[in-house]
């Protein structure tokens, strides 16, 4: 995968896009798209399929819903895995980096986990039984205004604002707020996880400094993920390492990732391990 746009561009131009110009993505635009999903990989070490869905090859368009949230979008990507442990986040980070690559080409999307038809747009994407479909994104260009419905959605879930460093990064302890002069040269991996999307903007990570490693920890959100067979925040999860590595790999520092790290001491209520990125 070679992510050959600067980071902190595209993730500050980047927001949910839920109404587009019912216009056709140049050619050569859609071949580049899926010339870079097929070179996909992740650290997280789990496979990750892609669908892709465009307004004329449907039949049943009937079938097909976003409940009002997303209008005028012709063409679609879809994601399936395996619900295997680290599945979840390897999806997250996978489409992460699509959403910001479409970004670089001027097209917006939007991450949809809920407010999607998924019966029929698995029926119209062609998914296997036994795929779990966790997650699709309409992609196309920005229409120059917001439909009513996405203007109440991004007033509600407060899109355009994120949580502040105190509350998100920690150095060794949770009692112990990570400032920017102790992150030192993360600071810039770190602020890029800050601006990272997440279901709701719930922003569930929580990032710990510890012997000079980070570990990424998920503040679960009670009741959040009850309608689904799954942990849908460990989606977000998957965000926050794309956006955390595509910045290290920037700047040109080197690490891994470990998910069998988990540093030993006590965790605040509803705070789960996810990973570690160790630094080489």
Known sequence: MNIDFLIEDVVKKRYSVRNYQEIEIEPAKRDAIE????SLDNPLGNK???HYLDDKDIKNKEKLGTY???KGAKQYIGTTIKLEPMALEALGYELEAVVLYLQHLGLGT?????TFDREGFA???????????PIITPYGYAAATKHEKEIEMRTMIQADK???WSQLFYNNDFKSPLTKDEAGSFAFPLEMVRLAPSASNK????????DGDFHFYEYKEPGYSDRFPYDIQRVDMGIAAAHFDFSLKEKGIKGHFNM??????ELPENMEYVFSWIRK
């Open 48 to 50: 990750v399929n892609f």
């Open 110 to 114: 939007c991450w949809l986990g809920g």
């Open 162 to 164: 994120r949580t502040e």
């Open 123 to 133: 029926d119209a994407m062609k998914i296997k039984e036994g795929e779990i479909f």
């Open 35 to 38: 010339s870079f999903i097929g």
């Open 260 to 265: 069998a790290y988990e540093p030993e001491l």
């Open 68 to 70: 009002g949230v997303i």
């Open 203 to 210: 922003q569930p990570w929580r990032i710990l400094l510890k």
